[in-house]
């Protein structure tokens, strides 16, 4: 099995910043891309940031300039920079990953527990 762990939620000022991380560990090959999505109350999730093996990255529009995605692949770690945080980022945060098993290379989807993030005007 593959469980991942988040880190690095907390409550934060307008303007602040905060580093989210997420590490996979267990039965892994390798992982293809690393993501994050958010959640409000209320909404529906969404994807933040995605970033691919080879380095590629993508954001949403409404994290640009603001948001740094990250990742070391041999540690099996994703990171979220998080800067110039705004009240309308407080959401519960998940990384998710595809994972490539090494026994069939198939690949598999799994998410992280989630971590509360909270920006306070």
């Known amino acids: 099995q593959v469980q991942l762990v988040e880190s690095g939620g907390g409550l934060v000022q307008a303007g602040g910043s905060l580093r989210l991380s997420c590490t996979a560990s267990?039965?892994?090959?390798?992982?293809?891309?690393m993501r994050w999505y958010r959640q409000a109350p209320g909404k529906q999730r969404e994807l933040v940031a995605t970033?691919?093996?080879?380095?590629?990255?993508n954001y949403a529009d409404s994290v640009k300039g603001r948001f740094t995605i990250s990742r070391d692949n041999g540690k099996n770690t994703v990171w979220l920079q998080m800067n110039n945080l705004k009240p309308e980022d407080t959401a519960v945060y998940y990384c998710?990953?595809?994972?490539?098993?090494?026994?069939?290379?198939?690949?598999?989807?799994?998410w992280g527990q989630g971590t509360q993030v909270s920006v306070s005007s």
């Open positions: 267990g039965s892994i090959r390798s992982i293809d891309a």
């Open positions: 998710n990953m595809d994972v490539i098993r090494p026994t069939t290379r198939a690949t598999y989807s799994y």
């Open positions: 970033i691919i093996m080879n380095g590629n990255t």
